[in-house]
T-cell receptor, first 111, second 112 residues
């Protein structure tokens, strides 16, 4: 089955700096890669996603890149703000419509 | 739209007890799924459904049953609770594969 690894597990940045979270996946058949943000005590919320026919996607301060050859994808957050502090999860969806999640990254943005 | 709703928010069970976690969505989504979230392990898929009357196992299905009699509802049943099932449970729905999943607020379950 699919295996998704996510790094780093914790990330601390200064407000205004950029943050990058990286994920690798094992199943070359995976074709959909969403990113979720989870605030304390809440369910994960979709923030951006990318499909396998696209190499990069941007939405305001958030961007995602995908390298299918290397089987890795990354989340980039620019001009970080304290409200960006949360746990971020990457995921990959392949055969069988199953989403496999990475272990999560706790992002802390220091004011 | 209420989105994805889950009840209860918190539950404490004794080992061996049974219970049903409720999940409902009002977005007419065909795909629904259950995940459990444990510290340091991300979210793991328990069971999922691609439409009414169709269910399938995920990564960690043992100890759990599901059914999908309507598009809106997808209950998760614990037949005989075990301490290893202490976790936070999330229900999610999506329109189709390759579209973003909407998650519910979660149910925090403790089995003593």
């Amino acid at each position: 089955g699919e295996n998704v690894e996510q790094h780093p597990s914790t990330l601390s940045v200064q407000e205004g700096d950029s943050a990058v979270i990286k994920c690798t996946y094992s199943d070359s058949a995976s074709n959909y890669f969403p990113w979720y943000k989870q605030e304390l005590g809440k369910g994960p919320q979709l923030i951006i996603d990318i499909r396998s026919n696209v190499g990069e996607k941007k939405d305001q301060r958030i961007a995602v890149t995908l390298n299918k050859t290397a089987k890795h994808f990354s989340l980039h957050i620019t001009e970080t703000q304290p409200e960006d502090s949360a746990v971020y999860f990457c995921a990959a969806q392949g055969a069988g419509n199953m989403l496999t999640f990475g272990g999560g990254t706790r992002l802390m943005v220091k004011p | 739209n209420a989105g994805v709703t889950q009840t209860p928010k918190f539950q404490v069970l004794k080992t061996g007890q049974s219970m049903t976690l409720q999940c409902a969505q009002d977005m007419n989504h065909e795909y629904m799924s259950w995940y459990r979230q444990d510290p340091g392990m991300g979210l793991r898929l328990i069971h999922y459904s691609v439409g009414a009357g169709i269910t399938d196992q995920g990564e960690v299905p043992n100890g759990y049953n599901v059914s999908r009699s309507t598009t809106e509802d997808f209950p998760l049943r614990l037949l005989s609770a075990a301490p290893s099932q202490t976790s936070v449970y999330f229900c999610a729905s999506s329109y189709a594969p390759g579209t973003g999943a909407n998650f519910g607020p979660g149910t925090r379950l403790t089995v003593t």
